[in-house]
Protein backbone atom coordinates (compact mmCIF):
# COMPACT_ATOMS: atom_id res chain seq x y z
CA UNK A 1 0.00 0.00 0.00
CA UNK A 2 1.12 3.54 -0.74
CA UNK A 3 2.35 5.32 2.89
CA UNK A 4 0.37 8.60 2.01
CA UNK A 5 -2.73 8.05 1.19
CA UNK A 6 -5.09 9.20 -1.56
CA UNK A 7 -7.12 11.22 0.71
CA UNK A 8 -4.11 13.23 2.86
CA UNK A 9 -2.70 13.74 -0.98
CA UNK A 10 -5.75 15.48 -1.95
CA UNK A 11 -5.83 17.48 1.23
CA UNK A 12 -2.11 18.67 1.21
CA UNK A 13 -2.38 19.37 -2.33
CA UNK A 14 -4.11 21.93 -4.46
CA UNK A 15 -7.42 20.96 -6.62
CA UNK A 16 -7.18 17.81 -9.10
CA UNK A 17 -8.07 20.78 -11.64
CA UNK A 18 -4.90 22.74 -10.59
CA UNK A 19 -2.86 19.68 -10.72
CA UNK A 20 -3.98 19.32 -14.52
CA UNK A 21 -2.19 22.84 -14.20
CA UNK A 22 0.63 21.71 -13.31
CA UNK A 23 1.50 19.04 -15.50
CA UNK A 24 0.67 21.42 -18.16
CA UNK A 25 3.27 23.62 -16.99
CA UNK A 26 5.70 20.66 -16.40
CA UNK A 27 5.25 19.63 -19.99
CA UNK A 28 5.76 22.87 -21.51
CA UNK A 29 8.96 23.56 -19.67
CA UNK A 30 10.35 20.34 -20.90
CA UNK A 31 9.63 20.97 -24.40
CA UNK A 32 10.72 24.42 -23.64
CA UNK A 33 14.01 22.70 -22.21
CA UNK A 34 14.62 20.18 -25.27
CA UNK A 35 14.11 22.96 -27.69
CA UNK A 36 16.66 25.15 -26.14
CA UNK A 37 18.79 22.36 -25.71
CA UNK A 38 18.58 20.98 -29.33
CA UNK A 39 19.52 24.56 -30.36
CA UNK A 40 22.46 24.77 -28.52
CA UNK A 41 23.77 21.02 -29.79
CA UNK A 42 23.58 22.96 -32.91
CA UNK A 43 25.20 25.40 -32.37
CA UNK A 44 28.52 23.35 -30.50
CA UNK A 45 29.03 21.16 -33.65
CA UNK A 46 29.73 24.42 -35.26
CA UNK A 47 31.84 26.09 -32.42
CA UNK A 48 35.21 25.20 -31.34
CA UNK A 49 35.71 22.58 -29.05
CA UNK A 50 36.91 25.11 -26.51
CA UNK A 51 33.71 27.11 -26.62
CA UNK A 52 31.05 24.00 -26.77
CA UNK A 53 31.00 23.44 -22.67
CA UNK A 54 30.40 26.95 -22.38
CA UNK A 55 27.39 26.76 -25.32
CA UNK A 56 26.07 23.76 -23.52
CA UNK A 57 25.68 25.07 -20.53
CA UNK A 58 24.07 28.28 -21.88
CA UNK A 59 22.28 30.00 -19.49
CA UNK A 60 19.20 29.95 -20.90
CA UNK A 61 19.37 26.05 -20.46
CA UNK A 62 20.05 26.99 -16.49
CA UNK A 63 17.46 28.99 -15.92
CA UNK A 64 15.11 27.10 -17.82
CA UNK A 65 15.97 23.74 -15.78
CA UNK A 66 15.88 25.95 -12.98
CA UNK A 67 12.29 26.92 -13.16
CA UNK A 68 11.03 23.51 -13.74
CA UNK A 69 13.34 22.20 -10.65
CA UNK A 70 10.79 25.14 -8.84
CA UNK A 71 7.95 23.69 -9.97
CA UNK A 72 8.70 20.26 -8.93
CA UNK A 73 10.22 21.25 -5.95
CA UNK A 74 6.46 22.91 -4.73
CA UNK A 75 4.81 20.36 -5.26
CA UNK A 76 3.36 17.33 -3.17
CA UNK A 77 5.10 14.16 -3.48
CA UNK A 78 1.59 12.19 -4.99
CA UNK A 79 1.50 15.16 -7.48
CA UNK A 80 4.99 14.33 -9.03
CA UNK A 81 4.13 11.03 -8.69
CA UNK A 82 1.00 11.61 -10.99
CA UNK A 83 2.77 13.72 -13.27
CA UNK A 84 5.58 11.48 -14.14
CA UNK A 85 2.77 8.60 -14.57
CA UNK A 86 1.54 11.05 -17.24
CA UNK A 87 4.95 11.51 -18.80
CA UNK A 88 6.27 9.29 -22.00
CA UNK A 89 9.76 7.02 -20.35
CA UNK A 90 12.19 9.73 -21.60
CA UNK A 91 10.34 13.07 -20.20
CA UNK A 92 9.55 10.63 -17.12
CA UNK A 93 13.51 10.28 -16.53
CA UNK A 94 14.27 13.69 -17.15
CA UNK A 95 11.75 15.12 -14.57
CA UNK A 96 12.99 12.61 -12.32
CA UNK A 97 16.63 13.61 -12.20
CA UNK A 98 15.80 16.98 -11.34
CA UNK A 99 13.56 15.75 -8.41
CA UNK A 100 15.66 16.23 -5.13
CA UNK A 101 17.24 13.24 -4.08
CA UNK A 102 16.13 13.46 -0.49
CA UNK A 103 11.85 13.19 -1.73
CA UNK A 104 13.40 9.95 -3.80
CA UNK A 105 11.26 7.53 -1.33
CA UNK A 106 8.06 9.60 -0.25
CA UNK A 107 7.57 9.62 -4.71
CA UNK A 108 8.54 6.09 -5.22
CA UNK A 109 5.90 5.42 -2.25
CA UNK A 110 3.22 6.98 -3.98
CA UNK A 111 4.19 5.65 -7.69
CA UNK A 112 2.35 2.57 -9.48
CA UNK A 113 4.22 -0.82 -9.24
CA UNK A 114 5.31 -0.26 -13.31
CA UNK A 115 6.17 2.84 -12.94
CA UNK A 116 8.06 2.49 -9.73
CA UNK A 117 10.02 -0.46 -11.38
CA UNK A 118 11.08 1.36 -13.93
CA UNK A 119 12.28 4.39 -11.97
CA UNK A 120 13.84 2.16 -9.88
CA UNK A 121 16.19 0.45 -12.99
CA UNK A 122 17.54 4.01 -13.73
CA UNK A 123 18.84 4.36 -10.02
CA UNK A 124 22.20 3.00 -9.11
CA UNK A 125 22.54 0.87 -5.55
CA UNK A 126 23.51 4.51 -3.76
CA UNK A 127 20.90 6.16 -4.97
CA UNK A 128 18.39 3.72 -4.00
CA UNK A 129 19.85 3.25 -0.29
CA UNK A 130 19.59 6.69 -0.20
CA UNK A 131 16.10 6.87 -0.89
CA UNK A 132 15.13 4.11 1.64
CA UNK A 133 16.77 5.29 4.41
CA UNK A 134 13.90 8.38 4.47
CA UNK A 135 11.38 6.12 5.24
CA UNK A 136 9.94 4.58 7.99
CA UNK A 137 10.45 0.60 8.35
CA UNK A 138 6.87 -0.17 7.00
CA UNK A 139 7.25 2.48 3.96
CA UNK A 140 10.59 0.51 2.95
CA UNK A 141 8.85 -2.94 3.20
CA UNK A 142 6.15 -1.77 0.39
CA UNK A 143 9.10 -0.94 -1.56
CA UNK A 144 11.14 -4.19 -0.55
CA UNK A 145 9.47 -6.16 -3.29
CA UNK A 146 10.84 -3.69 -6.19
CA UNK A 147 14.21 -3.04 -4.34
CA UNK A 148 17.45 -5.22 -5.63
CA UNK A 149 18.74 -7.45 -2.76
CA UNK A 150 22.09 -5.55 -2.42
CA UNK A 151 19.81 -2.37 -1.78
CA UNK A 152 18.15 -4.25 0.85
CA UNK A 153 20.68 -5.69 2.57
CA UNK A 154 22.34 -2.48 2.56
CA UNK A 155 19.27 -0.74 4.41
CA UNK A 156 19.56 -3.31 6.78
CA UNK A 157 22.71 -2.76 7.65
CA UNK A 158 21.86 1.08 7.41
CA UNK A 159 19.03 0.70 10.53
CA UNK A 160 18.86 1.06 13.98
CA UNK A 161 18.09 -2.28 15.88
CA UNK A 162 14.64 -1.71 16.66
CA UNK A 163 13.89 -0.38 13.11
CA UNK A 164 15.69 -3.56 11.60
CA UNK A 165 13.27 -5.20 13.66
CA UNK A 166 10.38 -3.98 12.76
CA UNK A 167 11.24 -3.91 8.84
CA UNK A 168 12.11 -7.67 9.37
CA UNK A 169 8.48 -7.93 10.52
CA UNK A 170 6.93 -5.55 8.17
CA UNK A 171 8.07 -8.51 5.00
CA UNK A 172 6.96 -11.07 6.44
CA UNK A 173 3.39 -10.48 5.99
CA UNK A 174 1.47 -11.02 2.88
CA UNK A 175 -0.08 -7.95 1.07
CA UNK A 176 -3.78 -8.97 1.88
CA UNK A 177 -3.03 -9.08 5.53
CA UNK A 178 -3.52 -6.61 8.48
CA UNK A 179 0.22 -6.88 9.25
CA UNK A 180 1.02 -5.07 5.62
CA UNK A 181 -1.12 -2.18 6.14
CA UNK A 182 0.44 -1.42 9.79
CA UNK A 183 2.79 0.76 10.94
CA UNK A 184 4.44 1.02 14.10
CA UNK A 185 4.01 4.84 14.95
CA UNK A 186 1.37 4.72 17.80
CA UNK A 187 1.40 6.59 20.99
CA UNK A 188 1.62 4.06 23.95
CA UNK A 189 0.45 5.45 27.95
CA UNK A 190 0.01 3.55 31.06
CA UNK A 191 -2.69 3.22 32.58
CA UNK A 192 -1.68 4.53 36.15
CA UNK A 193 -0.56 7.77 34.97
CA UNK A 194 -2.70 11.00 35.30
CA UNK A 195 -4.10 12.45 32.48
CA UNK A 196 -2.13 15.70 33.07
CA UNK A 197 1.09 13.62 32.93
CA UNK A 198 0.03 12.10 29.48
CA UNK A 199 -0.99 16.18 28.06
CA UNK A 200 2.93 16.63 29.25
CA UNK A 201 3.99 13.49 27.44
CA UNK A 202 2.56 14.37 24.09
CA UNK A 203 3.91 18.03 24.48
CA UNK A 204 7.36 16.55 23.70
CA UNK A 205 6.49 15.67 20.56
CA UNK A 206 7.41 17.55 17.32
CA UNK A 207 4.20 16.47 15.57
CA UNK A 208 2.05 13.70 16.48
CA UNK A 209 2.04 10.40 13.51
CA UNK A 210 -1.02 11.24 11.11
CA UNK A 211 -4.28 10.25 11.80
CA UNK A 212 -4.02 9.90 15.56
CA UNK A 213 -7.11 10.05 17.17
CA UNK A 214 -6.59 8.12 19.97
CA UNK A 215 -3.68 7.01 22.47
CA UNK A 216 -3.49 3.00 23.22
CA UNK A 217 -3.44 2.00 26.93
CA UNK A 218 -0.97 -0.55 27.44
CA UNK A 219 0.51 -2.22 30.40
CA UNK A 220 4.04 -2.93 31.11
CA UNK A 221 4.10 -6.17 29.35
CA UNK A 222 2.67 -3.95 26.10
CA UNK A 223 -0.68 -5.39 26.35
CA UNK A 224 -3.29 -3.74 25.16
CA UNK A 225 -5.66 -2.53 28.03
CA UNK A 226 -7.97 -0.07 26.20
CA UNK A 227 -7.82 3.40 24.26
CA UNK A 228 -7.87 6.96 25.36
CA UNK A 229 -9.48 9.10 22.36
CA UNK A 230 -8.28 12.46 22.34
CA UNK A 231 -11.30 14.48 22.62
CA UNK A 232 -11.55 12.25 26.52
CA UNK A 233 -7.99 13.10 27.16
CA UNK A 234 -8.94 17.02 26.33
CA UNK A 235 -12.30 17.24 28.21
CA UNK A 236 -11.48 14.88 31.05
CA UNK A 237 -10.12 16.42 34.62
CA UNK A 238 -6.14 16.46 34.36
CA UNK A 239 -6.01 14.81 37.27
CA UNK A 240 -8.07 11.87 36.68
CA UNK A 241 -6.03 8.58 36.14
CA UNK A 242 -5.98 7.05 32.79
CA UNK A 243 -7.61 3.94 33.64
CA UNK A 244 -10.66 6.06 35.14
CA UNK A 245 -11.42 7.53 31.64
CA UNK A 246 -9.98 5.44 29.11
CA UNK A 247 -12.20 3.15 26.88
CA UNK A 248 -12.40 -0.24 25.71
CA UNK A 249 -11.26 -0.43 21.67
CA UNK A 250 -14.33 -0.24 19.42
CA UNK A 251 -12.12 -3.00 17.03
CA UNK A 252 -8.71 -4.87 17.65
CA UNK A 253 -7.33 -6.86 14.91
CA UNK A 254 -4.59 -9.28 14.57
CA UNK A 255 -1.63 -8.89 12.63
CA UNK A 256 -2.32 -11.83 10.15
CA UNK A 257 -5.97 -11.45 9.68
CA UNK A 258 -7.34 -10.41 6.11
CA UNK A 259 -6.44 -6.94 5.80
CA UNK A 260 -10.61 -7.11 3.84
CA UNK A 261 -11.57 -7.60 7.10
CA UNK A 262 -10.26 -4.55 8.31
CA UNK A 263 -11.41 -2.79 5.68
CA UNK A 264 -14.89 -3.85 6.50
CA UNK A 265 -14.64 -2.64 9.87
CA UNK A 266 -13.24 0.86 9.08
CA UNK A 267 -16.37 0.95 6.87
CA UNK A 268 -18.51 -0.25 9.83
CA UNK A 269 -17.60 1.47 12.47
CA UNK A 270 -16.03 5.16 10.85
CA UNK A 271 -12.52 4.64 12.37
CA UNK A 272 -9.57 6.81 11.88
CA UNK A 273 -6.83 4.19 13.55
CA UNK A 274 -7.10 0.53 14.99
CA UNK A 275 -4.67 -1.17 17.13
CA UNK A 276 -3.08 -4.22 16.05
CA UNK A 277 -2.45 -6.97 18.51
CA UNK A 278 -0.86 -10.23 18.22
CA UNK A 279 -1.47 -13.69 19.67
CA UNK A 280 -0.81 -13.11 23.22
CA UNK A 281 -2.68 -9.33 22.94
CA UNK A 282 0.32 -7.27 22.44
CA UNK A 283 0.53 -4.71 21.03
CA UNK A 284 2.15 -4.33 17.97
CA UNK A 285 1.29 -1.22 15.96
CA UNK A 286 -1.56 0.35 14.25
CA UNK A 287 -3.69 0.61 10.94
CA UNK A 288 -5.05 3.83 9.76
CA UNK A 289 -7.68 5.27 7.23
CA UNK A 290 -5.31 6.38 4.96
CA UNK A 291 -3.75 3.05 4.60
CA UNK A 292 -7.32 1.35 4.27
CA UNK A 293 -8.54 3.74 1.90
CA UNK A 294 -5.32 3.05 -0.54
CA UNK A 295 -6.11 -0.77 0.22
CA UNK A 296 -9.62 -0.53 -0.80
CA UNK A 297 -8.67 1.50 -4.22
CA UNK A 298 -6.11 -0.80 -5.23
CA UNK A 299 -7.84 -3.74 -4.61
CA UNK A 300 -10.77 -2.09 -6.68
CA UNK A 301 -8.61 -1.46 -9.09
CA UNK A 302 -6.74 -4.82 -9.11
CA UNK A 303 -10.21 -6.16 -9.87
CA UNK A 304 -11.51 -4.23 -12.46
CA UNK A 305 -8.01 -5.07 -14.56
CA UNK A 306 -8.51 -8.80 -13.52
CA UNK A 307 -11.96 -8.74 -14.99
CA UNK A 308 -10.47 -7.69 -18.05
CA UNK A 309 -8.00 -10.31 -18.59
CA UNK A 310 -4.95 -8.04 -17.53
CA UNK A 311 -2.55 -9.92 -14.95
CA UNK A 312 -0.93 -6.74 -13.39
CA UNK A 313 -1.30 -2.64 -14.03
CA UNK A 314 0.51 -1.68 -16.93
CA UNK A 315 1.81 1.67 -17.49
CA UNK A 316 0.45 3.29 -20.26
CA UNK A 317 3.76 4.03 -21.61
CA UNK A 318 5.28 0.48 -21.20
CA UNK A 319 6.90 -1.24 -24.27
CA UNK A 320 5.32 -2.96 -26.49
CA UNK A 321 6.77 -6.30 -25.31
CA UNK A 322 5.96 -5.43 -21.48
CA UNK A 323 2.23 -4.34 -22.50
CA UNK A 324 1.72 -8.06 -24.62
CA UNK A 325 3.28 -10.11 -22.32
CA UNK A 326 0.41 -8.78 -19.74
CA UNK A 327 -2.23 -9.46 -22.16
CA UNK A 328 -1.57 -11.91 -24.37
CA UNK A 329 -3.10 -14.44 -21.96
CA UNK A 330 -6.67 -13.68 -21.78
CA UNK A 331 -6.47 -12.75 -25.03
CA UNK A 332 -5.60 -16.61 -25.99
CA UNK A 333 -8.51 -17.62 -23.86
CA UNK A 334 -10.77 -14.83 -25.52
CA UNK A 335 -9.60 -16.61 -29.42
CA UNK A 336 -10.02 -20.14 -28.51
CA UNK A 337 -13.36 -19.59 -26.86
CA UNK A 338 -14.68 -16.77 -30.17
CA UNK A 339 -13.32 -19.96 -32.24
CA UNK A 340 -15.42 -22.32 -30.11
CA UNK A 341 -18.55 -19.98 -30.82
CA UNK A 342 -17.34 -19.42 -34.71
CA UNK A 343 -17.78 -23.23 -34.89
CA UNK A 344 -21.35 -23.00 -33.52
CA UNK A 345 -22.64 -21.19 -36.05
CA UNK A 346 -20.86 -23.00 -38.60
CA UNK A 347 -22.95 -26.13 -37.50
CA UNK A 348 -26.10 -24.17 -38.76
CA UNK A 349 -24.55 -22.63 -41.73
CA UNK A 350 -27.59 -24.77 -43.75
CA UNK A 351 -30.52 -22.90 -41.07
CA UNK A 352 -28.68 -19.55 -41.65
CA UNK A 353 -28.91 -19.91 -45.57
CA UNK A 354 -32.38 -20.82 -45.83
CA UNK A 355 -33.21 -18.17 -43.30
CA UNK A 356 -31.33 -15.03 -43.58
CA UNK A 357 -32.93 -13.50 -40.53
CA UNK A 358 -31.56 -15.49 -38.12
CA UNK A 359 -27.80 -13.70 -39.08
CA UNK A 360 -29.41 -10.56 -38.01
CA UNK A 361 -31.19 -11.49 -34.95
CA UNK A 362 -28.95 -14.04 -33.53
CA UNK A 363 -26.27 -11.09 -32.24
CA UNK A 364 -28.94 -9.71 -30.00
CA UNK A 365 -29.71 -12.87 -28.13
CA UNK A 366 -25.50 -13.55 -27.25
CA UNK A 367 -25.27 -9.78 -26.69
CA UNK A 368 -28.61 -9.62 -24.12
CA UNK A 369 -26.92 -12.80 -22.17
CA UNK A 370 -23.28 -11.61 -22.08
CA UNK A 371 -24.49 -8.40 -20.47
CA UNK A 372 -26.75 -10.31 -17.85
CA UNK A 373 -24.24 -12.83 -17.30
CA UNK A 374 -21.55 -9.51 -16.21
CA UNK A 375 -23.93 -8.01 -13.80
CA UNK A 376 -24.65 -11.06 -12.03
CA UNK A 377 -20.74 -11.94 -11.82
CA UNK A 378 -20.08 -8.18 -10.87
CA UNK A 379 -22.83 -8.62 -8.18
CA UNK A 380 -21.26 -11.50 -6.71
CA UNK A 381 -17.59 -10.14 -6.97
CA UNK A 382 -18.26 -7.83 -4.92
CA UNK A 383 -20.35 -9.67 -2.54
CA UNK A 384 -17.39 -12.31 -2.46
CA UNK A 385 -14.79 -8.96 -1.63
CA UNK A 386 -16.71 -7.88 1.39
CA UNK A 387 -17.40 -11.07 2.66
CA UNK A 388 -21.24 -10.95 2.23
CA UNK A 389 -21.82 -14.22 0.33
CA UNK A 390 -19.73 -17.45 0.64
CA UNK A 391 -19.83 -20.77 -1.77
CA UNK A 392 -22.24 -22.19 0.49
CA UNK A 393 -25.04 -19.58 -1.18
CA UNK A 394 -24.47 -21.07 -4.55
CA UNK A 395 -27.58 -22.71 -4.32
CA UNK A 396 -29.50 -19.89 -3.49
CA UNK A 397 -27.69 -17.32 -5.48
CA UNK A 398 -28.51 -19.30 -8.99
CA UNK A 399 -32.60 -20.09 -7.65
CA UNK A 400 -32.77 -15.93 -7.03
CA UNK A 401 -30.26 -15.28 -10.59
CA UNK A 402 -32.51 -17.31 -12.48
CA UNK A 403 -35.62 -15.91 -11.35
CA UNK A 404 -34.74 -12.65 -11.98
CA UNK A 405 -33.34 -13.74 -15.78
CA UNK A 406 -36.83 -15.82 -16.22
CA UNK A 407 -38.48 -12.74 -15.59
CA UNK A 408 -36.50 -10.41 -17.75
CA UNK A 409 -36.35 -13.02 -20.30
CA UNK A 410 -40.21 -13.05 -20.59
CA UNK A 411 -40.47 -9.01 -20.94
CA UNK A 412 -37.33 -8.41 -22.99
CA UNK A 413 -37.66 -11.95 -25.15
CA UNK A 414 -41.31 -11.22 -25.48
CA UNK A 415 -40.53 -7.76 -26.73
CA UNK A 416 -37.91 -8.67 -29.61
CA UNK A 417 -40.04 -11.36 -30.11
CA UNK A 418 -43.00 -8.83 -30.79
CA UNK A 419 -40.74 -6.97 -33.23
CA UNK A 420 -39.36 -9.85 -34.65
CA UNK A 421 -42.38 -10.94 -35.81
CA UNK A 422 -44.12 -7.68 -36.99
CA UNK A 423 -39.98 -6.95 -38.87
CA UNK A 424 -40.34 -10.56 -40.60
CA UNK A 425 -43.97 -11.39 -40.64
CA UNK A 426 -43.46 -14.80 -38.58
CA UNK A 427 -45.13 -15.70 -35.79
CA UNK A 428 -42.19 -18.68 -35.48
CA UNK A 429 -39.56 -16.48 -35.40
CA UNK A 430 -40.94 -14.27 -33.09
CA UNK A 431 -41.75 -17.36 -30.66
CA UNK A 432 -38.21 -18.66 -31.44
CA UNK A 433 -36.53 -15.32 -30.41
CA UNK A 434 -38.63 -15.12 -26.58
CA UNK A 435 -37.43 -18.72 -25.75
CA UNK A 436 -33.89 -18.12 -27.09
CA UNK A 437 -33.71 -14.59 -24.79
CA UNK A 438 -35.24 -16.54 -22.10
CA UNK A 439 -32.97 -19.86 -21.95
CA UNK A 440 -29.81 -17.33 -22.90
CA UNK A 441 -30.36 -15.16 -20.05
CA UNK A 442 -30.99 -18.73 -17.81
CA UNK A 443 -27.67 -19.58 -18.53
CA UNK A 444 -25.91 -16.71 -18.04
CA UNK A 445 -27.59 -16.35 -14.58
CA UNK A 446 -26.42 -19.42 -13.86
CA UNK A 447 -22.87 -19.51 -14.93
CA UNK A 448 -22.71 -15.63 -13.35
CA UNK A 449 -22.96 -17.33 -10.04
CA UNK A 450 -21.46 -20.22 -10.86
CA UNK A 451 -17.92 -19.10 -12.56
CA UNK A 452 -16.60 -17.00 -9.41
CA UNK A 453 -18.07 -19.21 -6.85
CA UNK A 454 -16.07 -22.22 -8.34
CA UNK A 455 -12.96 -19.75 -8.62
CA UNK A 456 -13.98 -19.04 -4.51
CA UNK A 457 -13.52 -23.22 -4.10
CA UNK A 458 -10.29 -22.90 -5.68
CA UNK A 459 -9.12 -20.42 -3.62
CA UNK A 460 -8.77 -18.15 -7.05
CA UNK A 461 -9.64 -14.58 -7.15
CA UNK A 462 -13.33 -14.80 -8.61
CA UNK A 463 -12.38 -11.47 -10.48
CA UNK A 464 -9.98 -13.01 -12.89
CA UNK A 465 -10.71 -13.30 -16.33
CA UNK A 466 -14.74 -13.65 -15.13
CA UNK A 467 -15.74 -11.15 -17.65
CA UNK A 468 -14.21 -12.86 -20.72
CA UNK A 469 -15.58 -16.25 -19.18
CA UNK A 470 -19.07 -15.61 -18.98
CA UNK A 471 -18.67 -13.90 -22.86
CA UNK A 472 -17.85 -16.81 -24.25
CA UNK A 473 -20.32 -18.92 -22.07
CA UNK A 474 -23.09 -16.76 -23.10
CA UNK A 475 -21.77 -16.53 -26.91
CA UNK A 476 -21.66 -20.15 -27.93
CA UNK A 477 -24.80 -20.64 -25.72
CA UNK A 478 -27.04 -17.69 -27.08
CA UNK A 479 -25.81 -18.97 -30.56
CA UNK A 480 -26.67 -22.48 -30.19
CA UNK A 481 -30.09 -22.15 -28.60
CA UNK A 482 -30.83 -19.82 -31.10
CA UNK A 483 -30.48 -21.68 -33.61
CA UNK A 484 -30.88 -24.74 -32.28
CA UNK A 485 -34.55 -23.35 -31.70
CA UNK A 486 -34.64 -22.10 -35.52
CA UNK A 487 -33.93 -25.55 -36.87
CA UNK A 488 -36.48 -27.33 -34.81
CA UNK A 489 -38.95 -24.88 -35.39
CA UNK A 490 -38.77 -23.28 -38.63
CA UNK A 491 -37.31 -25.30 -40.53
Known amino acids: ??????????????????VQDALADV????????????????????????????????LVTRQNRAALRNKLDGLHAADIAYI??????????????????????????????????????????DELVAAAETLEADEIAELAPDLPQEV????????????????????????????ALMDFEDVQVRPDVTLEVVLRYLRRFDEL???????????????????LPLPTLIVSDPDATVESVMKAPRVKLLQHEKAADAAGAFERYDLVS?????????????????????FVRERAETEALAQAGLREEEDVFASVWASFRNRWSWLAVNLVTAFVASRVI?????????????????????????????????????????????????????????????????????????VAMLLYRDVKLGLVMILAMTLNLLLAAMMGVLIPMTMLRL?????????????????????????????????
Open 27 to 58: AALIRKNRLVEGLVHEQAEHAEAGERGVLVES
Open 459 to 491: GRDPAVGSSVMITAVTDSGGFFIFLGLATLLLL
Open 346 to 418: GVFEGSIAKLVALAALMPIVAGIGGNSGNQTITMIVRAAALGQVTVAHARTLIRKEMLVSLLNGLIWGGVMGL
Open 209 to 227: PSQTDQLFVVDRDERLLGV
Open 274 to 294: APVVDTNDRLVGRVTVDEILD
Open 84 to 125: LEALPPDERLYVWELVKAERDGEILLELSDAVRASLIESMDT
Open 1 to 18: MNAEATTRASAASDTPER
Open 152 to 179: LDDVFQSLPVDEREQLRAAMSFDDDMVG
